[in-house]
């Protein structure tokens, strides 16, 4: 077993985002590692949520992605960088450069950045999504720092969020078939970037992050009938039927359009590619869907 509390002692690391679940997994994560918490350092625009994670003895540095200064500051005496992608709908380009420009002239040596699984030779365009991606990606690498990429999958722990919250009573309708993905839990994803962050051999590499087993929503459907032994009828509709339904719920159509974009890149087998970096990263395999919903269901 690796002792991450020795591997590179004295390195300073910087996790943005620690307000989000991803960036404070992170941070969990690096803490479950052993790494001092006087190594790590979280980066929050959002003051008034950073307590719990000042409790446990991590510094908590103030630092907006939209305000240059305020990343030059944060980023003092910094060597890594975990740069926690910023939401949708926030101009993600911009955000992404600042950080960037701001790690290298603060000094920073490495920068790891999360971006979204994209399927070798697609052309496909996730709205708010792709297009900085590909932005960030470039500003990286042309930048002379060290650098990470990691590509996610669609999270385990929301996938509920694309259908009905009683699939046991209304079923599955979805505007997606038989096209596979290969989720992961957030945890596992955060798991993923401490080990990145606190040991050697990652420098100028990317890690396509897929989980360990390919689904359909046809076959949540399946895994959640056989959980309960009560069937959970699926249904292929189209997109324009999902959008509608998504807005009769009170949702804007820019975000139910979003939403959707998410559910036909699953079904293009966008997010499919297993690559076992993941598993290699964690040594073991990525927890079931079955696993997952039977933890979290009463």
């Known amino acids: 077993m690796k002792d991450y509390s020795t591997t590179q002692r004295d390195e300073k690391i910087l996790v943005t985002g620690v307000t989000g679940s991803m960036g404070k997994a992170t941070v969990e994560q690096l803490l479950k590692k052993g790494i001092l918490a006087s190594r790590i350092i979280g980066l929050s625009r959002k003051k008034e949520q950073i ?52 790690a290298r002239q603060a000094g920073v040596k490495h920068v790891v950045y999360m971006a979204v ?10 709205p708010e999504v792709t297009e900085s991606d590909l932005f960030t990606e470039q500003v990286l690498k042309s ?19 694309y259908f009905d ?28 970037h401490a080990i990145i962050l606190s040991t050697p051999g990652h420098k100028k590499k990317m890690y396509s992050l897929g989980g360990s087993q390919a689904v359909s929503f046809a076959d949540i459907a399946q895994i959640l009938s056989e ?5 959970v009828p699926f249904t ?5 039927a999902y959008i509608d339904g998504i807005v ?6 820019q975000v139910a359009e979003f939403l ?23 040594g073991r395999k990525t927890k079931t869907l079955k696993a997952y919903f039977e933890s979290t269901m009463d």
């Open 236 to 240: 292929t509709i189209t997109t324009e």
């Open 51 to 102: 307590e719990d994670l000042a409790n446990q003895g991590v510094e908590v540095r103030f630092g907006d992605y939209f305000d240059y200064n305020s990343l030059l500051s944060a980023f003092e005496g910094i060597d890594k960088v975990m740069l926690t992608s910023t939401v949708a709908f926030t101009d993600r380009s911009t955000q992404h450069f600042n950080a960037i420009t701001a």
């Open 227 to 231: 959980i309960k032994g009560q069937p």
């Open 117 to 126: 699984m994209r399927k070798e030779g697609s052309g496909r365009i996730v």
């Open 260 to 282: 959707t974009s998410w559910i036909t890149a699953m079904e293009g087998g966008e997010f499919e590619y297993q690559s076992g970096d993941l598993e290699r990263l964690l």
């Open 248 to 253: 009769a719920k009170g949702v804007p159509l």
């Open 143 to 161: 930048s002379d720092l060290d650098y990470t990429i990691v590509y996610h999958p669609p999270f385990t722990d929301v996938l509920s969020l």
């Open 165 to 192: 919250p009683n699939p046991y009573q209304n079923g599955i309708k979805v505007p997606a078939n038989n096209g596979k993905m290969a989720p992961a839990t957030r945890d596992e994803l955060a798991e993923a």
